[in-house]
């Protein structure tokens, strides 16, 4: 099965002056995961309407910002070609959305809310303007199940999404009392009708694959009652034993279970956001065989007992929420 690609060197545009864990040399490992594919690339739009998901002050900011190379915060920067890069990495996911395929984009884009820093975060946590969200907002595409594997919750695409009841987002990430931006609890599920439509499901320290596992038959769950008619991966690998910036240890076989949740929807788009070393080559790669259908059985790292039993604390408590508004 052939992999549509969206990619561009522009993308490689946005860096900082001083070093930072965000840099180009992500784009490098990304592309070196898909050796062994079958692969076309596509290039991106550069789209002109960024207000389609973020305020016009905000907008406005990155601009300047990016103007006079300034940082937005102190985890977020910009350069002269930032504000141009991130209107690519708009347009390359909505490419991504038109040809079922992955944009391999950068800056990326899920702490990004409407104004910017999104649900009490302190930062940006290094995003620039929200990626996944665009072609969901350009097109007014209904009935879309977004699934954030990145071990950041995805605070910006939950905020943005949260009174929404056509858009489900399943968030899964690590125990925010450990980890950025520090919320993405179980009881934020959205409000009004959009009530329930807002799922986190959280990891603690040193989990590992066989916690995804208990997981990943809740998300089934919530899939075949919701009935999406689009899936949108937010598509993170940090949470990758080793991966540099948290403290789970998820292997190819996470990943690639996650690929497999979208090998029967016939739309669906995948955005790239964290992941910044061998989370980058390995997860990605692993991701892409489950998507793609390639039979693989991967060896499962296992939790230690006392860290399981943290985690299925927090399940016990999530059951109990889910169990509201879906069939769990």
């Known amino acids: ?189 959205g409000k009004g009708e959009a009530e329930g439509t807002k799922v986190n499901l959280l990891i603690p320290p040193l989990g590992g694959d066989d916690l995804y596992d208990e997981l990943f038959p809740i998300i089934h769950s919530i899939l075949d009652d919701f009935r999406p008619s689009v899936l949108a991966f937010s598509a993170g690998f940090d949470a990758y034993k080793n991966d540099g910036l948290a403290s789970l240890n998820v292997t190819e076989y996470t990943y690639y279970n996650f690929g497999r949740l979208g090998m029967n929807f016939p739309r669906r788009y995948t955005v790239l956001e964290g992941g910044y070393s061998t989370g980058l080559v390995n997860g990605l790669r692993a991701f892409l065989e489950g998507l793609t259908g390639i039979e693989k059985d991967y060896r499962q790292f296992k939790s230690s007992d006392s860290v399981k039993s943290r985690f299925m604390n927090y399940l016990s408590e999530e059951r109990n929420i889910l169990r509201k508004y879906w069939s769990i």
């Open 1 to 189: 099965m052939k992999i549509e690609v969206i990619y561009d060197d522009i993308y490689k545009f946005h860096s900082s002056k001083r070093y930072h864990v965000e840099n180009p040399s992500r784009l490098e490992k990304a592309l070196s995961a898909l050796k062994g594919f079958e692969v076309r690339f596509t290039k991106p739009y550069k789209i002109e309407d960024p207000q389609i998901i973020h305020s016009e002050d905000y907008v406005n900011l990155v601009r300047k910002s990016s103007e006079l190379e300034d940082e937005l915060d102190a985890d977020t920067y910009t350069n002269k070609k930032t504000y141009e890069v991130a209107l690519y990495a708009l347009g390359g996911a909505l490419k991504a959305l038109e040809v079922n395929g992955i944009a391999l984009v950068r800056p990326p884009g899920h702490h990004a809310g409407i104004n910017g820093k999104a649900l009490g975060a302190p930062t940006l946590g290094f995003c620039i303007f929200n990626n996944v969200a665009y072609p969901i907002k350009k097109l007014r595409l209904k009935r879309v199940a977004i699934i954030d594997f990145d071990v950041h919750y995805g605070n910006g695409t939950q905020e943005i999404f949260y009174d929404d009841p056509e858009v489900l987002h399943i968030d899964i990430h690590q125990d925010p009392r450990t980890i950025y931006p520090g919320t993405g609890y179980p009881d934020m599920v």
